[in-house]
């Protein structure tokens, strides 16, 4: 897109803890991305026209800054309105009905409904969906539980029961259950779904949080009846709640079963997956789809993509930092310059131990080989830290 287009282009602010990926994809749809988040990472600010600092205490979100900067980019002209990304699902409703600032393109009061675990999990009761235990008091033993506060994300809102003394208010405990890790990206309009496909996901024990998020590996091809029956399960949602827009379900499977944990009421970042494996079908990426669905109440054709093999796999997995470190200016710009590395940090920027450094990610022909890849990957952003870097 040349200067003189970007002048004319629709514009998106995008906001959350990280912009980047839904910043990538809204570039890629042809609108000039208004980004605002906590990191500010070179790859953000190269897809946005304009960037704003949210970031509050550690990794947070400041909602002063928030408003300020939301505020100013309600002002810019040719502004379509706010898309939200993980960290801002507790502001969702609060958002949507906010003046003075971008007109809301997501789920605004309707996430009540699965954010709330009481209502979620009564919805999923009464629509025959599986899930495991769920109590809203601290059971008399609390060993195999977890407890979950309901406004948290990236798996930073979960921690073992055994470990808390007091719960947090609005927080309930779930059964640690069986079964592989899963999610399945959605778009929604008028109470229909389409689904776009499933992913794996990846976690990691940081301190007392035994599940963070780490990752993702997709499309994976899952067998039909049990596809069918989780697609089933993601209309009874819809049917039930009017979500719209992108959204993505956590589910484990065991076997042939599986359960439903919840559901994220905004863009995942398992989106990148399914835009490397059918660049064809997302040529606006699929936050064109995001806006059609929200916008106009379009969803897309996705009978052609997700029931297909796909010729490409793509995985991506964070990096953490084992200790504390300075990004120099070599290791900022050794990361830029490679096409596998996202959400790369300036120079200059201070990363300690246990935060995330940078996202890697990779592609292959098969599924089972993009484990062996991205610890390769890994392993390689390690040693350009000890390289680079000083602590």
């Known amino acids: 897109m040349t200067s003189a287009d970007e002048s004319r282009a629709p514009r998106v602010a995008v906001a959350g803890l990280s912009a980047r990926l839904v910043a990538q994809s809204a570039a890629r749809a042809g609108l000039n991305v208004v980004a605002l988040d906590i990191f500010g990472d070179r790859d953000t600010r190269a897809h946005a026209g304009m960037w704003f600092d949210i970031g509050g205490n550690g990794l947070s979100i400041d909602r002063a800054r928030l ?43 309707q996430a009540a409904a699965v954010r709330d675990p009481r209502r979620f999990f009564a919805l999923l009761d009464e629509a025959q969906v599986a899930h495991p235990d769920v109590r809203y008091t601290p059971p008399a033993d609390r060993s195999g539980w977890l407890v979950k506060r309901s406004d948290g994300c990236g798996g930073t809102h979960i921690e073992w029961a055994e470990d808390v003394e007091r719960a947090p208010a609005g927080a309930y405990f779930q059964r640690l259950a069986k079964g592989r890790s899963m999610s399945a990206l959605f778009v929604a309009a ?10 794996e996901q990846l976690t990691v024990a940081a301190g007392r949080l035994p599940f963070v998020h780490a990752g993702s590996l997709g499309p994976v091809q899952l067998p039909w009846h049990i596809a069918a029956r989780i697609v089933e399960a993601i209309d009874r949602i819809v049917w039930q709640t009017d979500l719209t827009g992108l959204n993505s379900i956590d589910f484990l499977l065991d076997g042939d079963t599986f359960s439903v944990l919840e559901i994220n009421t905004r863009p995942s970042s398992t989106m990148a997956l399914y835009e490397a494996a059918w660049p064809d079908a997302w040529p606006r990426g ?18 052609d993509t997700a029931a297909r093999t796909p010729s490409l796999h793509a995985g991506q997995r964070v990096v953490f930092a084992r200790e504390g470190f300075t990004a120099s200016r070599a290791f900022s710009d050794a990361c ?48 350009r830290i000890e390289t680079l870097c000083t602590s």
Do not use: K, W
Not at 67 to 91: C, F, H, K
Not at 190 to 199: N, P, Q, S
Not at 290 to 302: E, I, R, V
Not at 356 to 364: D, E, F, I, K, Q
């Open 336 to 383: 830029f310059d490679d096409p596998a590395c996202h959400d790369v940090p300036l120079a200059g920027a201070r990363i300690e131990a246990g935060q995330p450094v940078c996202t890697m990610t990779v592609s292959a022909p098969a599924f089972c080989d993009l484990r062996d890849a991205l610890d390769r990957e890994h392993a390689r952003i390690l040693q």
């Open 190 to 199: 008028h109470r229909e779904a389409a689904v776009i496909g499933f992913a």
């Open 67 to 109: 408003y300020d900067a939301l505020e100013r980019a309600a002002r810019l002209p040719r502004m379509l309105g706010l898309i939200v990304t993980s960290g801002l699902e507790p502001l969702a409703g609060e958002l949507a009905r906010a003046p003075r600032v971008p007109r809301f393109i997501g789920n605004g009061a």
């Open 286 to 303: 699929l936050i064109g789809a995001h806006l059609d669905a929200c916008l106009h109440g379009d969803l897309p054709h996705t009978s």
